[in-house]
């Protein structure tokens, strides 16, 4: 593992201690001031964090520069098939909004780099809006070959179990299962099962008793046909802003400004942070520049977006920690989606959303896990993911005011390898053909950018700064163990802040 620069190493043992706690509501009679937090980022980790904040009576902001999506009818949201602004981040820098230029704030933000494509949700909810809705548990030792810091056994009876508790998850039930569009699920299992693989039910964050209405007819169908990746105009999706989130606000500590875009990041002399921030219409216009102040701040914007504001706050001398590991450890889960021609399949869409899986273990020191994802039309597509060989770094390029992806590509190692391996095993044995690759270069769970016992302690304070903590995606050094993050994020936040407020643990 890379190291820390000297002067951020020697203050490791006091950040820690520092970050045990954190005072709840007012603090002792020397300071009868109301603590106040800013949380950037609504996804998984940001939600967990502004849930457990407000419980704690702390007055807190969650800054989230996408829109607030709310399901009012069957074209809500895009669908695969019919792809418009409503999809993808286009809103321009701050240069270019004030040139004129304008864009929209869709749901799904693309930041290309040489040899891949990291995508990053970009609305209320973040990432629990624009993901298959699969809630995958590591398994446990390639959980610890990942986190080794960690104990499994904490998150495996706490902090995992909690999560799925506060978001209603649940397995698909056997009748939707056995439903007509679940055809290619039954199959993905029978396959699976053939070849010795291990299957999986996993907790998803989807409504099937909506989903079982969308069956019967009873309602437009969404899920149920496979459209369910870009929120879900059936309403069945159990994004963060329908649980955490909402809870939160109900606390009545917790605000949510949505549309707003965080440009820097302010060291204060006498503590804490000032958070420059710009509120933006949907097409990009500015509708103000503002500031706002906080004694903590935990950043969950996400991979990118963490470590670019990060980045970008360092190199402008605003944050002067001078923590040279921010933007270090980062990589792509391992993510490989796959597409072969099934002799078995019958046309026409599938049923959805992604709640079906399968691991390989031939290999014992790369397991290949499969999330089976229902696409609308008869093909079979698998996100293989395992635990990448090559992890890079981040870096802010002032000129494009963006993150730049320094990465050897994951193409011929021992992981990539694996997958193929694998993937290439479960076709010869149902009788298919490989496709070409499907959507070659694209990755939907970028990680790292500010790895814990690296960049950041296992709380997630970074080194070189007090009470300035990172609770997302970034803290996973580029992965989350051979599964997709979305669970691992968000029980690993809850951990934090379990940690961070008293009476929670």
């Known amino acids: 593992m890379a190291t820390?620069?000297?002067?951020?190493?020697?203050?490791?043992?006091?950040?820690?201690?520092a970050a045990t706690a954190l005072p709840m509501g007012c603090s002792d009679g020397n300071d009868q001031r109301t603590r106040t937090a800013i949380v950037i980022g609504s996804g998984f980790a940001g939600s967990v964090a502004a849930l457990r904040l407000g419980l704690a009576g702390i007055h807190t902001t969650v800054l989230e520069r996408g829109r607030l999506w709310t399901v009012?009818?069957?074209d809500t949201f895009p669908t695969t098939g019919n792809f418009d602004h409503r999809s993808s981040w286009t809103i321009p820098g701050a240069e270019a909004a004030a040139a004129g230029q304008r864009g929209y704030a869709g749901l799904l933000e693309n930041i290309v780099g040489d040899?891949?494509?990291?995508?990053?949700?970009a609305c209320v909810g973040g990432g629990s809006l624009?993901?298959?809705?699969?809630?995958?548990?590591?398994q446990r030792d390639v959980f610890e070959s990942v986190l080794p810091f960690l104990s499994y056994d904490e998150m495996d009876a706490v902090y995992y179990p909690r999560v799925i508790r506060e978001i209603g998850a649940s397995p698909i039930p056997d009748d939707v299962l056995g439903s007509t569009t679940y055809q290619a699920h039954r199959e993905f299992l029978d396959d699976a099962a053939a070849l010795g693989f291990e299957q999986l039910r996993p907790n998803t964050s989807f409504d099937w008793d909506i989903i079982r209405r969308e069956i019967a007819g009873e309602i437009p169908a969404a899920a149920s046909v496979s459209e369910y990746a870009f929120g879900c105009n059936s309403d069945a999706k159990l994004s963060t802003d329908k649980n955490y989130l909402k809870r939160a606000i109900a606390t009545g500590a917790v605000e949510l400004r949505s549309l707003t875009e965080v440009e820097i990041l302010r060291e204060r002399a006498g503590g804490g942070y000032t958070v420059v921030?710009?509120?933006?219409?949907?097409?990009?216009?500015?509708?103000?520049r503002y500031e706002l102040d906080a004694d903590y701040v935990f950043l969950a914007a996400g991979s990118m977006n963490t470590s670019k504001l990060l980045l970008k706050s360092q190199d402008a001398g605003e944050l002067r920690g001078a923590n040279d590991r921010v933007g270090a450890g980062w990589g792509t889960n391992g993510d490989q989606l796959l597409a072969q021609s099934h002799p078995g399949l019958q046309p026409g869409p599938q049923g959805g959303p992604a709640c079906i899986a399968a691991v390989d273990r031939t290999d014992a020191n790369y397991p290949v896990t499969f999330m089976h994802s229902p696409v609308a039309f008869g093909i079979q597509l698998q996100l293989a993911m395992s635990v990448p060989d090559e992890l890079g770094r981040l870096r802010y390029d002032p000129d494009s005011d963006g993150v730049v992806i320094d990465w050897a590509a994951d193409t011929g190692t021992p992981s990539e390898q694996a997958r193929v391996a694998s993937y290439q095993r479960l076709v010869r044995g149902n009788g298919g053909a490989a496709l070409p690759d499907f959507l070659g270069g694209t990755i939907w769970h970028p990680l790292g950018g500010a790895p814990m016992n690296d960049a950041c302690d296992a709380l997630g304070q970074l080194y070189g700064y007090r009470n300035l903590f990172v609770v997302d995606g970034s803290l996973l050094p580029g992965s989350a163990g051979a599964v997709n993050p979305a669970l691992t994020i968000?029980?690993?936040a809850?951990?934090?802040m379990a940690a961070l407020i008293p009476g929670l643990a």
């Open 4 to 17: 820390i620069n000297r002067r951020n190493f020697l203050r490791r043992t006091s950040l820690l201690a």
């Open 72 to 74: 009012a009818g069957p």
């Open 115 to 121: 040899n891949v494509t990291a995508v990053c949700g």
């Open 130 to 138: 624009v993901y298959g809705g699969v809630l995958i548990q590591p």
């Open 277 to 288: 921030c710009r509120a933006i219409t949907d097409e990009g216009g500015l509708v103000e």
């Open 490 to 492: 968000a029980a690993n």
């Open 494 to 496: 809850e951990r934090i």
